[in-house]
């Protein structure tokens, strides 16, 4: 079994940045996808972010791109995403999420692993 947690959630200004970590646990893959979703309330799960693990491959949503960095540490079997240039419509529940047939999705039904979430609120 894999276990994900996130952290670095919280309350933030428009314009601030926050960096949010997933680290994993458990059950390792050679190659798989990481990535971040979010949720606000009243909508569908949302697709942010993600990296194939082990290679160069990032993809990011429309809404976040020149605003939002996925990263890795995989020594550490940790996922990063650093955003920058908060606004008020990033506030959501932001989930990692983990592919073990690592490829390329924007949907959630696609990854079987999450982790339980971390609130990030953009307000003034």
């Known amino acids: 079994q894999v276990q994900l947690v996130e952290s670095g959630g919280g309350l933030v200004q428009p314009g601030g940045s926050l960096r949010l970590s997933c680290a994993a646990s458990?059950?390792?893959?050679?190659?798989?996808?990481m990535a971040w979703f979010r949720q606000a309330p009243g909508k569908e799960r949302e697709f942010v972010a993600a990296?194939?693990?082990?290679?160069?491959?990032?993809y990011y949503a429309d809404s976040v791109k020149g605003r939002f960095t996925i990263s890795r540490d995989n020594a550490k079997n940790t996922v990063y995403l650093q955003m920058n240039s908060l606004k008020p419509e990033d506030t959501a529940v932001y989930y990692c999420?983990?592919?073990?047939?690592?490829?390329?999705?924007?949907?959630?039904?696609?990854?079987?692993?999450w982790g339980q979430g971390t609130q990030v609120t953009v307000s003034s």
């Open positions: 990296i194939i693990w082990s290679g160069e491959s990032t």
């Open positions: 999420a983990l592919d073990p047939a690592a490829r390329s999705g924007r949907l959630p039904a696609g990854y079987d692993y």
């Open positions: 458990g059950r390792t893959f050679s190659v798989y996808t």
